[in-house]
């Protein structure tokens, strides 16, 4: 069926699926180290695989790409058929690399930092089990399969932000996170009925194939609708308004969860859906600005949140969700290869810098809240380095990779003529310097300055009981094992730098994705910059394919005009990314301004403008919001209507009544067993009698 | 030669005072007896008929009905004993434990 060799990419899954099973059924009788040791050789024998595919993957010829691995029928119902099957090419390459290179790297590094905990081979099942289904939806060669990964991620994101699950709020944290999952997943399933009915298959090459010839569809018809209910699924996968309210709850999690699920990987799935999407999506440009507009606007409402946030989980938490925002900005704008450079360059930066937090919070035993960090500079400088790189990287400083990932998003919101739009490239810059100033702000206040003492410190209370209600679900979140055990001298001796760098197996990770999170925009140089965009032209198989006769329709006017303007347009193109520099810098003078020079300014600030940040600090009381207009309604509905109503009203009534009523009937009844042999003589001999006279009477008519 | 219907006009009286008995006495014994006579009542017609008919199954199921009512009598005069030794009466009446 398919000439190309076959690469047996059903084994890139199941590798770490074995991992799980191990870990998961016999995993609490081993030894620490031998769980440890078995998720690392599978996790990292998935990556090594990955990578020799792609050593294969680049000697395939041009035409057999994608190349499509069939194994069986998986279902088969009246003439709709669905394959399980793996889809390779340039996208899900790049995806491939991502998942099983950055979580190899959060592997290695959970060894270190899940060490003190309890549940060690729980979670490295879990983690396992997580690569698995993320593996499955990205090489999935359909919809249909593509979902089973989706719900599969959500499930291992479920029970890894629970992982704590006596702790209420982790508890709630993973259920708010799987539900509101739902709710975008639905909407997924019902765009996969929509292109069953309308193409019978799901399967990618055939549903691309069978879109190409359909004519732009500028109004609300079956692609566009198809397209709005695909981008709903993705919004909440990836955290976009208006169900992106999980995402920072999902900080419940340990740290190197929120790296790896909900910063580099399963939140991107969302926009790797869009973009393996792209034919559809350019068919049905209403779709396209949607998803342009709701990226634009939560970068940017996420970004305001992260001004003011102080738990240090939280404030990256908002970032992956503005970071997030511009990647469907870029797909908005059909520069979808921009929003997958995004996604991998963000991957290693958000990656590195939740690591490098976990760090932090790692040697601090269990300190999250900024307030109480500062000074930490010296005391842990791998840390620092690290994370120094990361922050650099994510607010857009040349030569590292934000830089370029983020400016080429912001060019192309500028600069494409059918979607893009100034004020999208206003909104992305704007973000782009709360961006700056935000990540910064957390850079000074952990590292620079003094070392700000938590409040029951000073006080020398040895007891935990004078924790402010914000910080105590922190403090005992992370710290079950560690903290517990080292509370009482811990606490009087941390004013004299009892603060510890953390382990090699911690700082190795961390090493190496700072190194990918300086080099890896590298491969994505624009031409304005002298580069050759190898990243784009890499992808540009998948995204260009499709999309070619509209494109080459737009731009034939323009074409002879292009050649000469081309001068001009890299001008524009480095006048932009001069801007975007520009006001990263500005964000990170502000914040050396406000949170290193004086320190004293940012409450004056707050208390100045009380109602924008008390605004801010309650998250727009968009969670509020939801609890008012759906939530309460939700649950008072079904605590008088459906359980006071309907369960108890009618179905009890219903089953007690029948009890009851037969209760009764046979009180009537019983009396006819008296225990009196003549009585139920009288019984038999009036039942014959009646027999008899019935007999008689039927004898003689 | 006697007509069947005499035949069967005993049988009947004879099962109608079997059942009037058993429902009127109160000794488990006489009770017993009634049961006898019920069945015996029972023979005569099935007699009767055979020899009516001449056909003999008649009188092979009332062999079956002797037999059957030798066993019960057997074991009902065996429950009577044991009732007896343990509630000391033989009053039906009065042995009427087996409701609710």
Redesign the interface.
Known sequence: MNPSPNFNLWLIPILPLIGSAINGIFGKRFARSLVATVALVFSGAAFGYALWVTAQFSSLPQASIPHIERLFVWIQAGNFSVDYGFYLDQLSLVMLLVVTGVGFVIHIYSVGYMAEEGGYYRFFSYLNLFLFFMLTLVLAHSYLLMFVGWEGVGLASYLLIGFFFLKQSAAQAGKKAFITNRVGDFAFLLGMFLLIRQFGTLDYDKVFRGIAPMPVEHSLGFLTITALLMMFGACGKSAQIPLYVWLPDAMEGPTPVSALIHAATMVTAGVYMIARSNSLFMHAPIAMGVVAVIGALTAIFAASIGLVQNDIKRVLAYSTVSQLGYMFLACGVAAFSAGIFHLMTHAFFKALLFLAAGSVIHGLGGEQDMRHMGGLRKLIPWTFWTMTVATFAISGFPPLSGFFSKDEILWKAFSDAQHGSWILWLVGLITAGMTSFYMFRLWFMTFFGERRQPLHDAHQEPTGAVHAPGAAPADVGHQSGVAHSTAAPGHSAHGGGHVHESPWIMLGPLVVLAIGAFVMGWVGIPQALGGHNNFDQFLSPVFHTSSEPARAVENFPAEPQKTENAGEERGLELTLAGTSVGVAVLGFLLAWQFYYRRPELPQRIAASMSGAYRTLINKYWVDEAYYAALINPIVDGSRTVLWRGVDVGVIDALVNGAGTTSKEASGVT?RM??????SY??WV?LGAACVVAFMIYAGTR | MVPLSWYLTLGAILFAIG?AA??VK?NIIT?FMSIELMLNAVNLTFVAFANHWHQVSGQVFVFFVMVVAAAEAAVGLAIIIAVFRTRETLN??Q??????
């Open positions: 019983r067993q008296s225990g009196s042999i003549r003589a009288g001999a | 059942v058993f429902l109160r009770i039906v009446d042995v009427n434990l087996l409701k609710l």
